[in-house]
T-cell receptor
Framework: GAGVSQSPSNKVTEKGKDVELRCDPI?????LYWYRQSLGQGLEFLIY????????KSGLPSDRFSAERTGGSVSTLTIQRTQQEDSAVYLC?????????????????FGPGTRLTVL | GQQLNQSPQSMFIQEGEDVSMNCTSS?????WLWYKQDPGEGPVLLIA?????ELTSNGRLTAQFGITRKDSFLNISASIPSDVGIYFC??????????FGAGTRLTVKP
């Protein structure tokens, strides 16, 4: 079946502009995660959605960052008034369940990422 | 944030050599996962471990879930050029979301 997809694959924007990044999770996966990865670095957790529960926004670096998940499926990460330090690869992942629901329930599957460059 | 200590940060090896990397945590984990990330791609799951002491192989890759539930290692045998990439460990604590290591960057010289 189809994996996690993200669009666009690359985005170049000017400082101060808003950007929207899209994630389509694997069908049937109830949990969705956004991460940020700076060049050569590990994964920085941003936000997490689980079903209809309120999202865990504890990783968002500033109020310029927000995310929505409509209908429990597609998610959009929005960055307002972009800054040069926002330049990074933004990765989305989905998993069947958040809490342990047996082996594999919380295994995250990643999309290819969106490379954001802020000039 | 990241609460796993992954080492080494980078490795430069000759083709054909074996590779070993590990992750440790100060707290116990219920799940250990190993991912590989190629340049310009998202991480891809290599091996998943769900039980303390579990030893699992996937081709030339072998990973183990430590008995103490606070560590895991990944071994790659007889490395080949396409093994190049960044390897991430990830663990799922009992009551929190998954944590990721900082990654091990592997370079294989032909």
């Amino acid at each position: 079946g189809a994996g996690v997809s993200q669009s666009p694959s690359n985005k170049v924007t000017e400082k101060g502009k808003d950007v929207e990044l899209r994630c389509d999770p694997i069908s049937g996966h109830t949990a969705l995660y956004w991460y940020r990865q700076s060049l050569g670095q590990g994964l920085e957790f941003l936000i997490y959605f689980q079903g209809n529960s309120a999202p865990d926004k504890s990783g968002l670096p500033s109020d310029r960052f927000s995310a929505e998940r409509t209908g429990g499926s597609v998610s959009t990460l929005t960055i307002q008034r972009t800054q040069q330090e926002d330049s990074a690869v933004y990765l989305c992942a989905s998993s069947p369940l958040r809490a342990s629901g047996g082996p594999g329930a919380d295994t995250q599957y990643f999309g290819p990422g969106t490379r954001l460059t802020v000039l | 944030g990241q609460q796993l200590n992954q080492s080494p940060q980078s490795m430069f090896i000759q083709e054909g050599e074996d590779v070993s990397m590990n992750c440790t945590s100060s707290s116990i984990f219920n799940t250990w996962l190993w991912y590989k990330q190629d340049p310009g791609e998202g991480p891809v799951l290599l091996i998943a471990l769900y039980k303390a002491g579990e030893l699992t192989s996937n081709g030339r890759l072998t990973a183990q879930f430590g008995i103490t539930r606070k560590d895991s290692f990944l071994n790659i045998s007889a490395s080949i050029p396409s093994d190049v990439g960044i390897y991430f460990c990830a663990g799922h604590p009992p009551s929190n979301d998954m944590r990721f290591g900082a990654g091990t960057r592997l370079t294989v010289k032909p």
